[in-house]
């Protein structure tokens, strides 16, 4: 073989060793994603509390984009901005009514093809909320397919049926009989005594309307269950494609989908569903291959495969999100079977529950896409709860947060240490959501530099902790919570091995559960990240491969953690780490 030739072999043997270690799905091979994902840092903005541009009270696009420079400050490289079309308002924006047009309190289509525009100046992806389950019921499809006449072009975009059996009337719920007709997700079908048909089937709330991608086992005797190959559901995935193709087109990269499991219905294993996402996948690939897809599925071992780039590990789903967070006295933390969460300062949390389905799932997923594990979001509460409200604990969380692999999510006023507040009144759907939602705290002020509106209009209520939780206060202090997450954010993006795809091994025994302390390593670098929730002052011994240097830099810390050499042994050389209360340091091992 000629020398050139060689090369060619060479290169081409490479090339088949790299894909056969790439698992192959829908006949093509699986890819974490674009390059983009390798360091991206996500900012979640839910629009109505981020900025109020026009003085009513409730955030809006222009606002989003007049702070975009404080966003990319952060050093965060996307946004996933929760649903900004236009919709009935029952439930935070995700009852749709037009897929297509942005909703008038946030701006116009133009606004937000102008968001992404100069978002990209900075360097920075715009993903969107794409609620592919279901509609609201003031949706112009369903309004149609209530009518009498099943053959309309919108009539079988929704499951009806004239007959449900004695355990599906349970609770069921009538269509606007309830004071508030967002606030059940109890039962699964809604008398709505329509001239199409007497119920209809839900997906979350009575006015969201379970879109029909069909059923994967349909009951023969349920004639109203259609199979996925019906007409009904090939016009609802030819319909979901040509709203993302809408968006994408005019630049947007990409979408966070809401309830992403709950398309195909009687699914077993999701196997119908996983399928339909792998097909939507395959045509992203051939005609949006820079364009991600983030899942709200919570179980990444079924979401990855299906062709979602990222999955989120939070309040449901995979349970250790939980175990770590929520202690037994807030409402996401009731009736969980733990006494203390993990990050709870009387140190007497577990975080075996986090041990053992995050390192399943991680393991499983690692070569083939991102486990997400967010700050907050929109669901549920901030960091900033209870007990866990100082921000020499948030730095702790947030140290977490941003140096676990996978791709990080801040939810907006995480990095402020933004207070979840209790006690709050349901606001357009959002029940205990409420205390997650309220407005970015921007400076002084009644309204928190978040609009000018009077007080009363605010969308949530403002509480800055006496003008201490704000950018405008954090930003002046080199020592504050924002300025902290400022450096970790950097330190991710600059070191491979605390980045998205650094690797991850957690180096506690099960019999000692404080302080946390994990690796982050490649092949050329390696970090140890130690962990310390607790009020109490925690050590541990680990044992250490190194160069023979031993050389162990800090790079990050807050509070005190000590770490000294003990001896050698034939694994490695073994260290005490000692960690003072409310402690985190990321180290640099040679
Ligand atoms: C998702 C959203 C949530 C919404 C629900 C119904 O869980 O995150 O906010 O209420 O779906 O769309």
Known sequence: MKKKEIKKFILSSLLLITMCHVPEIYGQTQHKGPEWLNNAVFYQIYPSSFKDSDGNGIGDIPGIISKLDYIKSLGVTALWINPVFHSGWFDGGYDVIDFYKVDPRFGTNTDLVTLT?????????????????????????????????????????????????????????????????ESSTI????????????????????????????????DADKPWEQPITAPGPRAVVRELKNIMAFWMDKGVDGFRVDMAASLVKNDPGHKATINLWR???????????????ISEWANPAESIPAGFNIDFYIHFGLKGYPSLFFAPDTHWGKNRGYDFCYFDKSGKGSMEIFRNNYTVAYEATKNTGYIAIPSANHDYQRPNIGTRNTFEQLKITM?????????????????????????????EGSNHRSGTRTPMQWGAGPDAGFSTCNPDSLYLPVDTGHGKI????????????????????????????????????????????????????????KYLVVLNPSEKKQEIEITEKTSGTAKAETVISSGKVSFKERKNTPQGIRFIIKTAPFSASIIKID
């Open 117 to 181: 525009k100069e978002a990209h100046k900075l360097g920075i992806k715009v993903c969107l909320d794409l609620v592919a389950g279901h509609t609201s019921d003031k949706c112009a499809w369903f309004e149609q397919s209530m009518q009498a006449d099943s053959n309309l072009e919108y009539s079988n975009y929704y499951i009806w049926t004239d007959k449900i059996s004695e355990k599906e009337k349970q609770g069921i719920i009538k269509r606007h009989m309830q004071k508030h007709p």
């Open 279 to 293: 097909g939507i996948r395959k045509w992203m690939n051939s005609n949006y291959p820079e364009n991600v897809l």
């Open 187 to 218: 039962g699964s079908f809604v008398e709505a005594n329509a001239p199409r048909a007497k119920y209809y089937k839900k997906n979350f709330f009575e006015c969201q309307p379970a879109l029909n991608y069909g059923f994967a086992h349909p």
């Open 399 to 427: 140290t977490f947060f941003l140096t676990m692999p996978g791709v990080p999510f801040i939810y907006y006023g995480d990095e402020i240490g933004m207070k979840y507040q209790t006690g709050l009144p349901s606001k």
């Open 470 to 525: 704000t950018v405008a206060s954090e930003e002046t202090d080199p020592g504050s919570l924002l300025n902290y997450v400022r450096k970790l954010i950097a330190l991710r993006r600059s070191s491979p091995a605390l980045g998205n795809n650094g690797d991850w091994k957690l180096l506690n025994d099960k019999d000692q559960q404080y302080p946390m302390v994990y690796e982050r390593y490649t092949l050329k670098e």
